[in-house]
């Protein structure tokens, strides 16, 4: 047995953000995570972050737009909170040693960015994510944080209805291990892959949701899925906002603008509305006969080659690697793709779940700061405040109360489980041929628009792939790096985490944020303007809701 007073599940920026923060009050902190620490998704941030830190820029303004982009189901109180305290993380991520741009009067540089009223985006080129990663990375290491790394978390140990532990598996080796701890942070990011094509990482397959679902702890609101209005056809690779922010326009197949359409309800903004609005608009384009194979046009070629190739320089080889098409010569065909889950874990301000011991940051965790529509950039920002908060809670927690009794029974159990999986005799499934079904019906059906004949067929198909999963073979029957387990673990993550998305978006009957309702497409505050809990029991999930936290922006009509 392992022993830690604080256990961070996870090292994106929300996981590294927390660990340094509990070490910093004191506690001995410890993080696991399933791939070195740098690959986590975090390092995938194209766009920014955002903080109102400008002059002619107030807390307030920024608070306003989330309030407005999360479609009002966002909880205000969390949102003024994070607002208010983001100009001084940006700051702190200055004096870490985050290169920001900076403008030619070498002062910090911002973009715009969609259903921001004010260029308040933060950016270093086309790579944000990956230079605050690498910083914060730094900074662990100076303050010596263990971490177990290629560990894979497979549960989380409970005692007396708090969480005391987990327990993981050590990729390298095959062995289990049961580690003891006062508390708990799971900031093991997204769910993108049980989409498919997501313009998430591979590794984002959602298992801290799906585990704290499992223990009693709630998900809220995970029927709002972000589809991003650009990513490639292809393999649904993210082509980061920050074009549009830079001054990229979109095309349909005639060469319109048609983001000027006065249906689109965006005649100001255009192409930065915010991404529910423009993934709309472009999947309407493309569904009415307007778009091209599939796709609409992002055209950057007035932006010129210098800009493209400063600002914009990853995407321009990515476009050309996988596209083949050089943005400064062509437009791109892009189309909307499932990016990001604005739902999640339901956890207090300070990342509390309601089990005793349990805190959730990042994207993993629903606090709500999103509702129902998340504004590019305000993700990175919620990865540092929120993992800085449960990081100094989790410490607080643990100072006060001693290490659970715990015997070797629980791992040997989970021993014999993970061994009985092992032992399964081939019968022709394999799990990625089972992991693409789930994925590509969740896509058909759970995408930009929804219907409730759709979203019962995916129910229908889910019920079906989990009861093929029950009898999944393990291929690969070797001990060390014995990948095949662990993808084996995350679809059973993933089978659950795509019925209460299915569930959750039946249930709603409304259109709001990123959930678009054919069969109901109005909003409706009366009776909807409430999050959706679902609870996990052996008959699939349990609905019940909570009224949003509004405290001074009422809902209105939404227009950009
Ligand atoms: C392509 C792309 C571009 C983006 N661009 C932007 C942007 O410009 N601005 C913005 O604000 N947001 C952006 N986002 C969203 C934002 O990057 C993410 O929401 C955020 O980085 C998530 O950080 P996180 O710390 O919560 O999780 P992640 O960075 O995803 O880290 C999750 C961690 O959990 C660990 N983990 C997961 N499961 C287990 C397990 N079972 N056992 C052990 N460890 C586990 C992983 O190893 C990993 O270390 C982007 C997202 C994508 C996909």
């Keep these: 047995m392992i022993t830690h007073d604080v256990l961070v599940i996870g090292a994106g920026l929300a996981g590294l953000r927390a660990a340094l923060e509990a070490q910093w009050q004191g506690a001995d902190v410890a993080i696991i995570t399933k ?18 830190l400008e002059a002619g820029d107030s807390w307030e303004s920024h608070a306003y737009d989330t309030v407005k982009g999360s479609d009002y189901l966002g909880d205000q109180d969390a949102i003024e909170i994070c607002v208010r305290e983001a100009p001084q993380d940006i700051v702190e991520l200055e004096n870490m040693g985050v290169i920001f741009n900076r403008d030619e009067t070498g002062k910090l540089g911002t973009r715009n960015f969609g259903g921001a009223s004010f260029a308040r985006t933060y950016f270093v080129a086309d790579i944000t994510g990956q230079a605050m990663l690498h910083v914060m990375y730094e900074q662990l290491m100076k303050e010596q944080v263990r971490v177990y790394e290629e560990w894979f978390l497979t549960d989380l140990v409970m005692e007396d209805g708090a969480c005391v532990g987990v327990l993981a598996l050590e990729i390298r080796s095959g062995r289990l291990e049961l580690f003891r701890a006062k508390a708990v942070i799971l900031c093991t990011g997204g769910l993108g892959r049980v989409f498919e094509p997501s313009t998430n990482a591979l590794i984002c397959t959602g298992d801290g949701m799906a585990l704290a679902y499992r223990v009693g702890a709630p ?8 589809y991003h209005p650009t990513t490639l056809k292809s393999n649904g690779v993210l082509i980061t906002e920050g074009a549009r922010g830079e001054g990229a326009y979109l095309l349909n197949a005639s060469g319109d603008r048609f983001m000027s359409y006065e249906r ?50 990853q995407i321009w080889e990515l476009a050309l690697d996988i596209a083949n098409v050089d943005l400064t010569k062509e437009p791109v065909p892009i189309r909307p793709g499932m990016h990001y889950q604005m739902g999640g874990i339901k ?26 529509n998340r504004l590019g950039a305000n993700s990175l920002l919620e990865t540092i405040v ?20 715990l015997s070797d029974a629980k791992l040997r159990d989970e021993d014999a489980r993970i061994q009985q999986i092992m032992d399964r005799p ?54 060390v790096f014995n990948l095949d387990l662990v993808f084996h673990l995350e679809l059973e993550f993933m089978l659950d ?4 998305i299915a569930v959750s978006a039946l249930d709603r009957r409304e259109s709001r944020g990123a959930h678009s ?12 303007l409430k999050h959706t809990l679902a609870a996990w029991s052996a008959d699939g999930p349990q609905m019940s809701y909570l009224p949003v936290t509004i405290t001074r922006w009422k809902p209105e009509a939404r227009a950009y």
Aim: aromatic fraction near 6%.
């Design 264 to 313: 689109y309800g965006a005649t100001n903004a255009m192409e930065l509305a915010s991404r529910d609005v423009v993934s709309r608009a472009e999947q309407t384009e493309i569904d009415e006969g307007r778009g091209i194979d599939g796709c609409v046009l992002l055209d950057c070629r007035h932006l010129g080659d210098e800009l493209i190739r400063t600002k914009l320089y």
């Design 347 to 372: 956890t207090d301000v300070i990342g509390a779940t309601s089990v005793p011991g349990l805190y959730a940051a990042g994207e993993t965790a629903c606090i709500s700061l999103h509702g129902g």
């Design 497 to 500: 985490l795509a019925e209460v």
């Design 517 to 528: 309702r054919t069969d109901y497409p109005e909003r409706n505050d009366d009776e909807w």
């Design 35 to 52: 791939v070195h620490p740098v690959r986590s998704h975090s390092n995938a941030a194209q766009g920014g972050v955002n903080a109102a």
């Design 386 to 405: 929120f993992g800085r908060r449960s990081g100094a809670a989790a410490a607080e927690y643990a100072a006060a109360r001693d290490f659970a009794a």
């Design 426 to 479: 081939a019968n022709g499934e394999r799990t990625a041929a089972l992991r693409l079904e789930m994925g590509q019906a969740m896509d058909r059906h759970v995408g930009v628009f929804r219907d409730e004949a759709g979203l019962q067929e995916v129910v229908d198909v889910l019920q079906g792939l989990k009861e093929r999963y029950k009898q999944l073979p393990v291929e690969n029957r070797g001990k």
């Design 219 to 226: 998900l809220m609101d995970m029927e709002m899925v972000q």
